[in-house]
């Protein structure tokens, strides 16, 4: 036989020994379940309202009529045309005499307006903040146990009670 052939006899007669290991089922006895403990942070959205006092500005009443403002604009019109000496210094005072009015409107209305006024008004007011607290969560239990008089310790996600199930494999060492 040459190299090369004896390489891959022993390649099949490794594999041939993985394919026929025997693998079984066992219960083994448990000496010790201890639940292990995660300490986690917690942060629970509130939301947190109060009530604040504010200033509101209230102007004077809006129902003013415009009568003013027009009748001034018409009479400085008028004062405006009647002073001027020609037709082209009529229409320049015409229209320097509505504007010189309008303006004089404007002040009276001003002048005769009720004074602004502050008034407090109760608003409620809210944000959110984070209750933040830490609390325990269970994570699995730390199982000791003994199996052909062997000690072993395992994590697992439950408790197994009084017995945990193994698997127990054989194959032969060549």
């Known amino acids: 036989m040459n190299a090369k052939m004896i390489g891959t006899v ?4 490794l594999v041939s020994a993985q394919v026929f290991a025997e693998t079984s089922y066992e219960t083994a006895q448990v000496t ?3 639940a292990i403990y995660e300490v986690v ?3 629970t959205p509130q939301e947190q309202c109060w009530e604040e006092e504010t200033v509101v500005e209230r102007r004077g009443s809006d129902n003013r009529s415009n009568t003013p403002v027009l009748v001034s604009t018409i009479l400085g019109g008028a004062i405006g045309n009647a002073v001027g000496h020609n037709k082209s210094n009529r229409r320049v005072g015409a229209v320097l005499g509505a504007v010189l009015g309008h303006s004089i409107g404007r002040d009276i209305m001003r002048h005769n307006e009720s004074p602004s006024s ?3 008004q109760t608003v409620q007011r809210c944000e959110t903040v984070y209750q933040k607290h830490e609390e325990e969560r269970l994570v699995g239990y730390q199982v000791t146990y003994i199996y052909n008089s062997e000690e072993y310790s395992v994590r ?4 197994p009670g009084d017995e945990i199930r193994v698997r127990v494999s054989v194959q032969p060492v060549l």
């Not at 697992?156 to 408790?159: A, E, F, H, K, Y």
């Open 10 to 13: 022993a390649a099949f007669g």
């Open 32 to 34: 010790e379940s201890r």
């Open 41 to 43: 942070e917690i942060s």
């Open 118 to 120: 502050r008034e407090y």
């Open 156 to 159: 697992t996600n439950t408790d």
